[in-house]
């Protein structure tokens, strides 16, 4: 019987504000723990899985070139990036489980990382409206919280006032 994938290490650097810690630092201070917590080392993983939305909130935007500048021993690692707007983490976790479930690799390291707080506020909401469908959504007033308060206003239109429930 064939093992099912399954996580066996992680980590995470302290949430908030880390306007001195470049994406680099993001991906080797975390990747480096998570992979010491399955037991592993770098040279053990053969597949790389970047979750990273961006969409200007850095100018690297090839962020999946960075595990191999972060950590020397995955710099011939093949490693992709995903991006799914709010999915992101999640879509590159479904990618790795893709590849380890049909053999290509053994053994994967996700990692999902943002870097928001390098912009002014202002950008950071005409940044995240690139989730998105700009066409219709782009010039919401509020930008991104905007298009979920419309979505919101929409639901307690139909089904009642859920304030309590939010």
Same mark, same amino acid.
């Given at each position: *019987?064939?093992?099912? #994938?399954?996580?066996?290490? &992680?980590?995470?650097?302290?949430?908030?504000?880390?306007?001195?810690?470049?994406?680099?630092?993001?991906?080797?201070?975390?990747?480096? #723990?998570? $992979?010491?917590?399955?037991?592993?080392? #770098? =040279? !053990?993983?053969?597949?790389?899985? $970047?979750?990273?939305?961006?969409?200007?909130?850095?100018?690297? !935007?090839?962020?999946? =070139?960075?595990?191999?500048?972060?950590?020397?021993?995955?710099?011939?690692?093949?490693?992709?990036? *995903?991006?799914?707007?709010?999915?992101?983490? =999640?879509?590159?976790? &479904?990618?790795?489980?893709?590849?380890?479930?049909?053999?290509?690799?053994?053994?994967?390291?996700?990692?999902?990382?943002?870097? *928001?707080?390098?912009? #002014? =506020?202002?950008?950071?909401?005409?940044?995240?409206?690139?989730?998105?469908?700009?066409?219709?959504?782009?010039?919401?007033?509020?930008?991104?919280?905007?298009?979920?308060?419309?979505?919101?206003?929409?639901?307690?239109?139909?089904?009642?006032?859920?304030?309590?429930?939010?």
């Amino acid at each position: *019987m064939t093992p099912h #994938p399954c996580i066996v290490g &992680w980590s995470h650097t302290r949430f908030g504000q880390l306007d001195a810690v470049d994406l680099e630092a993001l991906i080797r201070d975390t990747a480096l #723990p998570a $992979i010491a917590s399955a037991g592993l080392e #770098p =040279s !053990d993983i053969d597949g790389v899985f $970047i979750g990273h939305f961006n969409a200007g909130f850095v100018r690297q !935007d090839f962020s999946a =070139s960075l595990v191999g500048v972060a950590i020397e021993e995955l710099r011939h690692a093949p490693a992709v990036r *995903m991006e799914n707007a709010c999915a992101t983490g =999640s879509a590159a976790i &479904w990618a790795a489980l893709d590849a380890l479930g049909a053999g290509r690799v053994q053994r994967a390291l996700v990692i999902g990382l943002e870097h *928001m707080t390098g912009l #002014p =506020s202002a950008q950071i909401g005409q940044t995240l409206l690139k989730c998105s469908y700009v066409a219709q959504e782009g010039d919401t007033p509020g930008g991104f919280a905007g298009v979920f308060g419309q979505i919101a206003s929409t639901y307690f239109e139909r089904f009642g006032d859920q304030s309590d429930a939010l």
